[in-house]
């Protein structure tokens, strides 16, 4: 129930304020507050020897939490989401080749695949705080949680500040790639103007025939280019593919041309400016040195490669319309209540909670890192869970998108929020770090989905098997190295 009050608490809070402050600060926050709270909780009542014993519930938490989101939910997502696979994306709400292994899955935008490297780099603190475990030394073992602790609290400011300014980030990215698309509209425009001749035999600008080409474009003579030539230049292109401003597009071409700053570009300006995008294009496509009018194919792979650049920036921002939001002062109370809410009752439960898994470890004779593991995180990320798997089902590359940037932030801040109050709690309460399997299961799942979604967008149906085989391995690999190995 908290966890579901504090998701809907959210959920409308964003509504009002949109993403920035609170999509960067509150939202991950408050996904992980019901897994701090049992960490906490788990740590800080009874005796040392009580928190030693207790802490296991709260290792098993994090660990569980962070495997079910990676593994479960995420093949879950895949399996759900799937649709028609077309190239190197997927067709919207097309799903024809039902379970086809490679024919059908989900593809998302390339914020995903940056969300996945973010989660990869919070996993520094778990490497520092097992650092004298691995050089198998007594010493510095405080001083490494100590360490672990200060890393994990950076990074976790460093998260939220990348989490506000991301939009920012991402308009930026996005104006580059319209500015390259204008690059390559213009080279294409000019190559055919050419007949494929813009270099000469030696692979160098030609610059006879760029001189020439720029007294067709210099429609009155005068031997410069003004802004309103190069607002017709662009104009008639037509760059239908991308939401163009005619008049932006044309400063940032006089800035690339214009070395004397007379605000018009002369032959010469124009050579140099149109000879820097041919080579960044042949920089950018890696083509095959062949002399000739086929030497020109490589502008094509270098518009192909920036309409692909804009289509994973963009994603698909068509479906989803804002609509003006009524009564934003009834909306802002709810959505505070439901989190104070969310809150007290998480605060009050957890408690209780962490008792009754020792209690039923006691019972049962299993141990309560397994009990934590498996069963708490189903109660703590039960509204998340729900939420990507309805996000997932919608079928569409933006909530398929949208689901995974959620899952690997959701594990991000397990990784640095929630590891945090746990190496708090083991720093002031003197308790001893040995949490080797369980640090090494986090690594192992956290490494392989996170560098597999590091550098792909599309993921076939089969990808969701990986994701499930590391589940039982998960288990597996703890029960060996605890229970057979000694590790604990």
């Not at 920035?20 to 040392?48: E, K, R, Y």
């Not at 605890?482 to 590790?487: R, T």
Request: net charge negative; glycine share 6%.
């Amino acid at each position: 129930m908290a966890a579901s009050y504090l998701s809907q608490g959210s959920e409308l809070l964003l509504e009002i304020l949109g993403p920035g402050i609170v999509g960067g600060l509150f939202l991950p926050m408050l996904g992980a507050l019901p897994d701090a709270m049992l960490i906490l909780v788990s740590g800080i009542s009874g005796t040392a020897e009580e928190a030693q014993s207790q802490v296991l519930v709260g290792m098993g938490l994090l660990a569980g939490s962070t495997v079910m989101l990676l593994t479960l939910l995420w093949g879950s997502c895949v399996v759900l989401g799937k649709t028609d696979i077309a190239g190197s994306t997927t067709i919207d709400l097309q799903d024809t080749k039902r379970f086809s292994l490679t024919g059908s899955g989900i593809s998302t935008d390339i914020w995903t695949s940056y969300a996945a490297r973010i989660m990869v780099l919070s996993l520094i603190p778990f490497v520092i705080v097992q650092l004298p475990q691995i050089l198998h030394t007594s010493s510095g073992k405080r001083l490494a949680v100590l360490v672990a602790l200060i890393v994990s609290v950076a990074l976790l400011v460093a998260y939220c500040l990348y989490q506000i300014f991301q939009p920012w980030i991402q308009e930026r990215k996005l104006a580059y790639v319209k500015h390259k698309h204008i690059i390559s509209g213009i080279l294409r425009h000019l190559k055919q103007r050419a007949l494929g001749r813009l270099l000469n035999d030696d692979y160098e600008p030609d610059e006879a025939v760029i001189k020439k080409l720029f007294h067709t474009i210099d429609l009155d003579g005068d031997s410069c280019l003004s802004a309103s030539e190069l607002r017709a230049l662009i104009i008639g292109i037509r760059f239908e593919e991308i939401d163009l401003d005619h008049d932006d597009a044309v400063q940032k071409v006089l800035k690339d041309f214009d070395t004397s700053g007379d605000k018009s570009v002369d032959a010469n300006e124009f050579f140099i400016g149109i000879s820097k995008w041919l080579n960044e294009a042949k920089r950018s496509a890696k083509p095959a040195r062949v002399p000739g009018p086929s030497t020109m194919k490589f502008i094509d792979h270098f518009h192909q490669q920036t309409q692909q650049e804009h289509a994973l920036l963009l994603g698909d921002q068509s479906d989803e319309v804002l609509e003006g939001i009524e009564n934003v002062k009834w909306i802002s109370i709810k959505a505070g209540l439901l989190l104070l809410l969310g809150a007290v009752i998480a605060a009050a439960f957890a408690d209780p909670l962490v008792d009754a898994v020792n209690n039923f470890s006691t019972a049962t004779s299993i141990p309560s890192f397994f009990i934590s593991f498996i069963a708490l995180p189903l109660a703590t990320n039960s509204s998340e869970a729900v939420s990507a798997l309805i996000f997932a089902s919608r079928k569409k590359k933006k909530t398929s998108s949208l689901t995974f940037s959620e899952i690997y932030g959701a594990v991000t801040m397990n990784n640095i929020l929630c590891l945090a109050v746990f190496l708090a709690i083991v720093y002031l309460r003197h308790l001893t770090w040995n949490f080797s399997a369980e640090v090494l299961v986090i690594l192992i799942v956290c490494i392989v989905m996170g560098l597999f979604a590091s550098f792909r967008t599309l993921f076939p149906v089969w990808t969701s098997s990986v994701a499930y085989i590391l589940y039982p391995f998960s288990l597996a690999l703890v029960y060996v190295l605890d229970y057979i190995f000694g590790w604990s």
